[in-house]
């Protein structure tokens, strides 16, 4: 069995930052994908960024691109989010996968391991 647990979202103003965190633990896995998804009430599941195996090809979506960076620590089983410059519309609650693969896909579906997920609420 396999557990994420992620960590560090909350209540923040337009224009500042917050920084995600999911371990994982569990099985332990040879190589591996991890991603952020994020869902907001009333709207579709939307993949955010994706990271392969040793932190390479990082994918965003373009909602976030240059504001949200993705980064993996592969002997902590940890994948990280950092978001700078919130707006109210990235407003959802997020959540981290795992898809056993090296390498990363912007498909949901692909994965196989989800987190609990954490709520981000940026004010205006």
């Known amino acids: 069995q396999v557990q994420l647990v992620e960590s560090g979202g909350g209540l923040v103003q337009a224009g500042g930052s917050l920084r995600l965190s999911c371990a994982a633990s569990?099985?332990?896995?040879?190589?591996?994908?991890m991603g952020w998804v994020r869902q907001a009430p009333g709207k579709e599941r939307e993949f955010v960024a994706a990271i392969s195996w040793g932190g390479r090809l990082p994918s965003y979506a373009d909602s976030v691109k240059g504001r949200f960076t993705i980064a993996t620590d592969n002997a902590k089983n940890t994948i990280y989010l950092q978001m700078n410059s919130l707006k109210p519309e990235d407003t959802a609650v997020y959540y981290c996968?795992?898809?056993?693969?090296?390498?990363?896909?912007?498909?949901?579906?692909?994965?196989?391991?989800w987190g609990q997920g954490t709520q981000v609420t940026v004010s205006s």
């Open positions: 996968a795992v898809r056993l693969s090296t390498i990363a896909t912007m498909n949901p579906t692909h994965y196989s391991y």
């Open positions: 569990g099985r332990t896995f040879s190589s591996y994908a």
